[in-house]
């Protein structure tokens, strides 16, 4: 037997994801150029990260409307997943951009070449400039999707990145420290693993439909046995459908053969407590009566 308590979701739009998308094609083709005529991989590396920005906001906004897509027969949850495909990709692709900018780095550490710093500066605070806006335009949905979360996360360190471009500008101009180019290519590397490596950890748990880190199995049956007398849950699953929905399932050991009624009433109370203490929003139980098997929380299928 399944409910579905309704929530009042913060709304997530596709302005601002539009927006950051013409803005990174912007900077990313900037700094591109830039990048070979100057001869900076630290603005290449910027330039890199700011095109895994453009896919990552792309992929955002496909996923963001697919989301919206109804159930249907084909696809009974809709799109719903397809957010945290998404994030689990994003994730990805700021740790392989990362892999590959360390291999250049130290490539280039050990020929260091004259670069035109006063372009590396002037392209690093246009980088600022677009990726600090761009992420300001998404970080109130990034606060409620895991989906905007991965490109507002793009967007933020890709802004830390030009931030370390520009330092290293001012210091080869100044002081002639070419070397730093290949230092802060390294730099930028180390932090986009250290940042995508959460989000890899926490899209790839959903996916895997792990029990969510906040929520205690063992707690949410102590509480709902306290209603189900001694009628018993057991053969438990509890998953993230998405960021937002939290599904939970159970059979239910009844020792009398309850009616259908009695085992409404039953299945009411357990929904009330599921979703007002646990915040679960959608769950299933199937009733049994005297059915020989093991009534583990946990069974292996």
Not at 58 to 84: C, D, M, P, Q, W
Request: hydrophobic residues 50%; negative net charge.
């Amino acid at each position: 037997m399944a409910h579905d308590h309704s929530h009042h979701h913060h709304e997530v739009t596709d302005k601002g994801l539009s927006i950051s998308i013409v803005l990174n094609i912007g900077i990313t083709l900037a700094q591109i150029i830039g990048g070979f005529v100057s001869g900076s991989l630290a603005l290449i590396s910027d330039a890199l990260h700011n095109f895994s920005d453009v896919l990552s906001l792309v992929l955002s906004l496909i996923a963001h409307k697919l989301v919206k897509r109804k159930a249907s027969h084909s696809s009974t949850f809709g799109y719903k997943r397809a957010e945290l495909i998404v994030a689990f990709v994003n994730a990805a692709t700021l740790i392989i951009v990362a892999f590959f900018l360390i291999y250049e780095a130290i490539e280039r550490f050990s020929k260091p070449v004259i670069i035109s710093s006063g372009l590396v500066i002037w392209l690093s605070v246009l980088g600022i400039l677009f990726n600090g806006f761009s992420a300001l335009l998404i970080k109130k949905d990034a606060e409620h999707n895991i989906n905007m979360r991965s490109a507002y996360l793009h967007l933020f360190t890709d802004m830390i990145a030009s931030v370390a471009v520009l330092v290293g500008g001012i210091l080869m101009k100044y002081f002639g420290w070419f070397w730093v180019d290949s230092v802060i290519t390294f730099g930028i590397a180390i932090y986009l693993i250290f940042m995508g490596f959460g989000l890899l950890k926490s899209s790839t748990k959903m996916l895997m439909l792990f029990t969510p880190e906040n929520l205690d199995i063992n707690e949410i049956v102590e509480k709902l046995h306290s209603v189900t007398g001694n009628n018993k849950l057991y053969h438990i699953h509890l998953w993230h459908l998405n960021d937002n929905e939290l599904h939970f399932e159970a059979h239910l050991d009844c020792k009398d053969d309850i009616s259908i009624s009695q085992f409404n009433t039953l299945v009411n109370e357990i929904e009330e407590i599921l979703h007002h203490e646990f915040h679960i929003n959608h769950c299933t139980i199937q009733p049994e009566f005297d059915k020989k098997c093991v009534k583990d929380f946990i069974i292996q299928e």
